[in-house]
């Protein structure tokens, strides 16, 4: 239950808190006063779309935060699963702020996405709109109420046979794609068959790749390698014309050492490092020589690497940024070969799977179509009495059930058939109900689906439209019975729905500082009075209309 509604910034309202109790809350006004705000302004936190036309002028951001308090139920494992903890006291908080490009959705202060919202909204508020009873005039929609009104069990065995549809509906594309065109399909295999070969006959490698980039690198700077070796080779083992060797300057020193050995023996440990640093040296030097010796570069090796790692990069550009992808491809291209060149199994395969699918969808639909027809006098006879209680004694209602084309809801197609006089055979709601008559056969089906729902607050954006005298007595007594289980806001221009608020709420436009802003007010007894004579009678109302109106009031009490 909706227990307090805070607004700020949003439209033409600056700040309006709106606190509605349990019962049957009565929100009226003049036309254009903002009754239709405050339920836009609903809307937002249960998941409605977010604009930034609904900011004030002048204002950065728009705020709506609604406290709902509740019982338990199927709420309770939602929250639980989204890990979002209730508050004290079994409070919800949602609060939705909508800034220039930007819509923040928090529920007790933790950020969720607005499809949560909408998820939530389902379980704690129904909206009707001003003209949502119009809805009724879309055939397609019968079925889906007579669905609704069957319950868990039949919505069930719908949502099977719609996922089996969808499994046909994918069969019969993939049966259709195997069976096109065979020169379309003979094209698509010899493409792939040569990508195929153009890929394996490369013989790609990471590792030879790496190796390939190094040895053309290399070869790219063997002048820069000869320079270096170069002058390593001469500087250990040749030497320059006035530079001896590294060799030769080793030779001297072991020659000096050799003649001090006699002189002192602690010398032959020196000498003996030398001769095996000269020994390494020499072993050096000889491999320096060898490596320049190999260094002839050959034109055509050079080439041949070049041309390898072009093979390299073309493949990449036409396949994948890298080997693994290019192997990735390989797979994909040759599981698609196998299922072009065994079309016949293919088809053979997808026929039989189509038939099995065709024949539990016929078998479910069946089951379905007898739901249906178990649920549809129990609906029939249901909306006929609601509709009695709306000043409709003499009315007629059934649901033409007849078979179609299978499809995602099944083989059913339903229409509604309607005589609002006796008589008159049964025709077509949509094409005889007047907007009075749509507008009472919407209320009842409310009437009867808020007890299937268990949601516990009902909005109706003026469900009274096109109606007055009895008939709108009694929509305002349905609207009372409604309000015993379930918390009502309704926003109405008929005295007589007003008169029997448990709360009602006042909202006028005032002028302040210049701008135009949506104000709210709980009426006392007093005020209902006039409020409600000012409805019967016009801006100034007679003595009579406010007896009246006390009457009607008091009739409540």
């Not at 209602?397 to 008159?424: H, I, W």
């Not at 009502?488 to 007003?498: D, E, M, N, S, Y």
């Not at 007010?521 to 006039?530: A, G, H, M, V």
């Amino acid at each position: 239950m909706l227990v307090h509604l805070n607004i700020k910034d949003f439209a033409l309202i600056d700040h309006l808190i709106l606190e509605p109790g349990p019962g049957l809350n009565i929100l009226t006004g003049e036309t254009g006063a903002g009754k239709t705000i405050i339920l836009d302004a609903l809307g937002l936190i249960l998941g409605g779309r977010a604009s930034t036309e609904y900011i004030r002028t002048g204002s950065k951001k728009a705020i709506v935060q609604g406290v709902f308090q509740l019982k338990s139920g199927p709420i309770d494992n939602i929250l639980e699963e989204w890990g979002i903890a209730k508050e004290d006291n079994q409070l919800l908080i949602i609060t939705r702020e909508i800034s220039q490009g930007k819509s923040i959705a928090k529920i007790n202060d933790q950020i969720v996405t607005v499809n949560k919202l909408k998820e939530l909204g389902k379980q704690l508020v129904d909206i009707h709109g001003q003209h949502d009873h119009q809805s009724l005039l879309n055939i397609d929609k019968h079925l889906d109420l007579l669905d609704a009104y069957g319950g868990s069990e039949l919505l069930q065995l719908r949502e099977m046979i719609s996922e089996l549809y969808q499994q046909l509906q994918q069969n019969k594309q993939k049966l259709q794609e195997l069976i096109q065109d065979p020169k379309e399909r003979a094209r698509r295999l010899e493409l792939l068959e040569y990508q195929q070969r153009e890929i394996e006959e490369a013989n790609l490698d990471s590792k030879e790749e790496q190796e390939l980039i190094e040895q053309r690198n290399k070869l790219q700077n063997i002048e820069r390698l000869r320079e270096a070796v170069g002058f390593a080779y001469t500087r250990i083992y040749e030497g320059e014309e006035y530079q001896p060797s590294v060799i030769d300057s080793l030779g001297s020193v072991l020659d000096k050492l050799r003649n001090a050995v006699d002189i002192d023996n602690k010398i032959e440990n020196f000498y003996q490092q030398v001769e095996q640093e000269m020994i390494k040296i020499e072993e050096l030097s000889r491999d320096i020589n060898n490596y320049i010796e190999e260094m002839d570069i050959n034109p055509m090796e050079l080439q041949e690497i070049e041309d390898r790692i072009n093979t390299y990069n073309e493949l990449k550009r036409k396949y994948g940024n890298s080997i693994e992808e290019i192997m990735n491809y390989l797979e994909d291209i040759a599981s698609e070969i196998d299922y072009l060149k065994n079309t016949e199994n293919q088809r053979i395969q997808l026929e039989q799977e189509q038939q099995q699918i065709t024949d539990k969808l016929n078998n479910l639909s069946q089951q379905l179509h007898n739901k249906r027809m178990e649920v549809k006098p129990n609906l029939e006879e249901n909306i006929i009495s609601q509709l009695k209680d709306l000043a409709m004694d003499k009315v007629q209602f059934s649901v033409d059930l007849q078979q179609t084309k299978l499809n995602s809801r099944g083989f059913d197609k339903a229409e509604f058939l309607f005589s609002p006089n006796k008589g008159e055979p049964v025709k077509s709601l949509v094409k005889i109900a007047s907007g009075g008559e749509l507008a009472r056969v919407m209320l009842a089906l409310k009437s009867i689906f808020s007890d299937i729902d268990n949601i516990s607050t009902l909005v109706f954006d003026e469900v009274d439209t096109g109606i007055s005298g009895t008939a709108a007595q009694k929509v305002a007594y349905k609207l009372q019975s409604l309000s015993d289980n379930t918390q009502i806001l309704c926003v109405t221009h008929l005295p007589q729905v007003a008169s029997k608020a448990d709360e009602h709420f006042k909202l006028s436009k005032s002028d302040y500082n210049g701008r135009t802003a949506t104000e709210i007010n709980t009426l006392s007894r007093q005020d209902r009075i006039f409020e409600i004579a000012k409805m019967i009678d016009g801006e100034e109302p007679s003595k009579t209309s406010l007896e009246h109106a006390e009457n009607m009031i008091f009739g409540r009490d």
